[in-house]
């Protein structure tokens, strides 16, 4: 059984502070990683994806890649309340070019 | 502007009523995904398609049936043998060819039993 795990937290956090979400993976073979925000009641968006190991930054968000240690995180610097959401992780099957494998997710509050 | 659109936005179902709930997408995407989501919890794959006419069922299909008739629809049918179909429901759909590719949501249906 492939799996994606994530911390379901909440995980809160100070306005201004680094937020760290983390998620690991057993499908050695996965290419391609993504990370979604939902907000209650709404659909997921993505937000970051990554392909190759090391950092991807877009504005506020980094997202970390550890092949080796089937490990992808995201961190988002100076956190502001409307972070506040829960985050997906997702991983692409080997065996399936068209399948995403997904975490529950991580509960991230960000307290003003 | 391209998107997905699902409707409705909310839907009531009745004890042993069949309900439909439409997914249209003009992304020209040829792989489209229907997953459940219960409060707290995370997505469930009901159903995918990855070509036009061809689905295959995903963890949960028991109690739903679709349809992959044209390339930009994937109705979802929730039947009477679906026993707890109190839900939010999300439509996704991804361009074929390349794995690199995230997908894209709809807005979600939330159906109650009533």
């Known amino acids: 059984q492939k799996e994606v795990e994530q911390n379901s937290g909440p995980l809160s956090v100070p306005e201004g502070a680094i937020a760290s979400l983390n998620c690991t993976y057993s499908?050695?073979?996965?290419?391609?990683f993504f990370w979604y925000r939902q907000y209650s009641g709404k659909s997921p968006e993505l937000i970051m994806s990554?392909?190759s190991n090391g950092d991807k930054e877009d504005g506020r968000f980094t997202a970390q890649l550890n092949k080796a240690s089937q490990y992808v995180s995201l961190l988002i610097r100076d956190s502001q309340p409307s972070d506040s959401a829960t985050y997906l992780c997702a991983v692409n099957q080997e065996d399936s070019n068209y399948q995403l494998i997904w975490g529950a997710g991580t509960k991230l509050i960000i307290k003003p | 502007d391209g998107g997905i659109t699902q409707s409705p936005k909310y839907l009531f179902r009745k004890e042993g009523q069949n309900v439909t709930l439409s997914c249209e997408q003009n992304l020209n995407h040829d792989a489209m995904y229907w997953y459940r989501q219960d409060p707290g919890q995370g997505l469930r794959l009901i159903y995918y398609s990855q070509i036009v006419n061809d689905f295959q069922k995903g963890d949960i299909a028991e109690g739903y049936s679709v349809s992959r008739e044209k390339k930009e629809s994937f109705p979802l049918t929730v039947t009477s043998a679906q026993k707890n179909p109190t839900a939010f429901y999300l439509c996704a759909s991804r361009p074929g060819g390349s794995v690199n590719y995230g997908y894209t949501f709809g807005s979600g249906t939330r159906l109650t039993v009533v």
């Open positions: 499908d050695r073979g996965s290419q391609s």
């Open positions: 990554i392909y």
